[in-house]
Nanobody
């Protein structure tokens, strides 16, 4: 059974940084491309980033390009999202999921960007 547990969210001022983590279990993590997605109240799921199974290639939504960096440590079955230069519009619940399978996402971690 796929289990994904996100952590690292919190309250941060605009311009600040956070690093999110996603601990994976129940599947061979290193075999799968992974995604970060987010959701704000009243809006649907928004794709944020994807990273390939080996961690050598990542892609980003235009809204976060140049500010967010996805990475992974396959020895620890962990996915990361480094978020810099945060903006109020980045406020959302952030989820990790197997790429293309948003229904595998975990419980999410709340990021709140406000002064």
């Amino acid at each position: 059974e796929v289990q994904l547990v996100e952590s690292g969210g919190g309250l941060v001022q605009p311009g600040g940084s956070l690093r999110l983590s996603c601990q994976a279990s129940g599947f061979t993590f290193s075999d799968y491309h992974m995604s970060w997605i987010r959701q704000t109240p009243g809006k649907g799921l928004e794709w944020v980033s994807a990273i390939d199974s080996g961690g050598g290639s990542a892609s980003y939504a235009d809204s976060v390009e140049g500010r967010f960096t996805a990475s992974r440590d396959n020895t620890k079955n962990t996915l990361y999202l480094q978020m810099n230069s945060l903006k109020p519009e980045d406020t959302a619940v952030y989820y990790c999921a197997l790429k293309g399978y948003s229904d595998t996402r975990g419980q999410g971690t709340q990021v709140f960007v406000s002064s």
